[in-house]
């Protein structure tokens, strides 16, 4: 397994942007990466995933127009591009890491590697 390192995050006024990136050395050699959030007291649910070699992404409907999901293979970097950030995006966000060609997005149980997680506060 690779560790997975997340960054980014911060406190940002409703309205506002962060980019979100998660490091690890091999990064690239995992089948898909993906962003997922944690609110207070609930589980950790999906917001963005990619496949590392096609750039296949998928998106909550909650994030869908403002959030966008990249990778730097060569760098074995992911990105999450927050944009019109809402309060509600209020969480911690935690990049994972998945060998699985069949793996399902919003079913975290399908990654391997997770990062330790980074706080993302949206209030004015």
């Known amino acids: 397994q690779v560790q997975l390192v997340e960054s980014g995050g911060g406190l940002v006024q409703p309205g506002g942007s962060l980019r979100l990136s998660c490091a690890g050395s091999?990064?690239?050699?995992?089948?898909?990466i993906g962003w997922f959030r944690q609110f207070p007291g609930k589980e950790r649910e999906a917001v963005s995933c990619?496949?590392?070699?096609?750039?296949?992404?998928y998106y909550d409907d909650s994030v869908k127009g403002r959030f966008t999901i990249s990778r730097d293979n060569a760098k074995n970097i992911a990105y999450l591009q927050m944009n019109n950030l809402k309060p509600e995006d209020t969480a911690i966000y935690f990049c994972?890491?998945?060998?699985?060609?069949?793996?399902?997005?919003?079913?975290?149980?399908?990654?391997?590697?997770w990062g330790q997680g980074t706080q993302v506060i949206v209030s004015s």
């Open positions: 994972g890491a998945t060998w699985d060609l069949g793996y399902v997005c919003y079913n975290r149980a399908d990654f391997d590697s």
């Open positions: 091999g990064i690239s050699g995992y089948h898909a």
């Open positions: 990619i496949t590392t070699k096609r750039g296949k992404t």
